[in-house]
């Protein structure tokens, strides 16, 4: 199952709608003035580990590089600082922190959440929600973005999952008034998770099947390729402290940070302007070779846009 939960969504949507007419911006300025403007949007890397195990889950792929047990790998408390107060330095509007886990297990992730806020940012992340509390999620407001996951639903025979289903209850029972969007997806065991979100009047807006909703989109025609925006919107921080253009693809790295490289340097470097310039001449690197972003009309729209300035 997968839930997206978006807090206030009246006001957001209008962070979304001027998001959108950033990028736009961005890509005219890009293809105009072949210089990039500064980074919107920090994604931090900031563990490596789970507090669950679930067999299904993508990060299993990953388990030479992921924490299977404790101690998790983290990336150190006083660096998330000083790349926060960096980012933001350099333009950056909104930090998202992620990681081959879950994010909110690094020991320190409340803190973080409390530095950005302080420092102005809008933050975004995905998360389990077993370490969430209510009194924990008040410091966010409608700029905010948090996406719950909820998987491994299986009711029966299952205690640890009963639990799991009862403690999201509680979660969202006492934050109802935040959240205001529920997106429901695939799954035999969908009808059990939104029976709980209508009890709790949580509006449930989207709930298609995952067969249906494959379907569709084999059926959606695609009419061009061209490059997401994430090198020019987005700037990746991984755990390694090597930077690259996609907070998807850990291994790629665009430069190193260290004392004499800052995010600015990295951004505006000659590792990140060489990934843009494959991109906007077609090559795709091999990474982007199976990646939805490179294939979608909204982008072939932003294209058509630029064309015309």
Not at 40 to 48: H, Y
Not at 118 to 133: C, K, Q, R
């Amino acid at each position: 199952m997968f839930f997206l939960i978006i807090q206030q969504v009246n006001r957001y949507a209008v962070v979304l709608v001027k998001n959108k007419i950033n990028l736009i911006l961005f890509y005219i300025r890009q293809n105009v003035e072949k210089i990039p403007a500064p980074p919107q949007n920090l994604s931090l890397e900031i563990i490596r580990g789970c507090n669950f195990h679930c067999q299904h889950c993508f990060s299993r792929l990953y388990s030479d590089r992921i924490a299977q047990a404790y101690p998790f790998q983290c990336m150190p408390t006083d660096r998330v600082h000083s790349l926060l107060k960096d980012a933001r330095s350099i333009g950056c509007r909104t930090v998202t922190f992620c990681g081959l886990g879950e994010p909110t297990a690094h020991p320190d992730f409340f803190l973080f959440l409390s530095w950005a806020k302080d420092l102005g940012y809008s933050v975004e992340f995905t998360s389990n929600g077993w370490t969430l509390e209510p009194e924990k999620l008040g410091m966010l407001d409608s700029r905010d973005s948090v996406r719950i996951s909820i998987d491994t639903m299986h009711l029966q025979g299952s205690p640890r999952s009963q639990d799991y289903l009862k403690k999201m209850a509680d979660l969202f029972s006492s934050h109802q008034k935040n959240f205001k969007m529920i997106a429901v997806a695939h799954g035999d065991c969908t009808p059990e998770i939104q029976t709980m979100f209508l009890e709790n009047n949580m509006p449930v807006i989207y709930y298609p099947l995952m067969k249906n909703a494959r379907s569709a989109a084999l059926q959606k025609k695609r009419t061009s390729l061209i490059p997401c925006l994430y090198p020019w919107y987005s700037l990746a921080v991984h755990l390694d402290f090597t930077a690259g253009p996609c907070p998807c693809a850990t291994w790629v790295s665009v430069g190193e940070l260290n004392e004499l490289t800052t995010l600015r340097d990295i951004w505006y470097g000659a590792g990140m302007n060489n990934f843009r310039n494959k991109l906007r001449s077609g090559n795709f690197p091999d990474v982007c070779a199976t990646c939805d972003r490179v294939n979608r009309k909204t982008s072939a729209w932003i294209q058509a846009l630029c064309r015309k300035h």
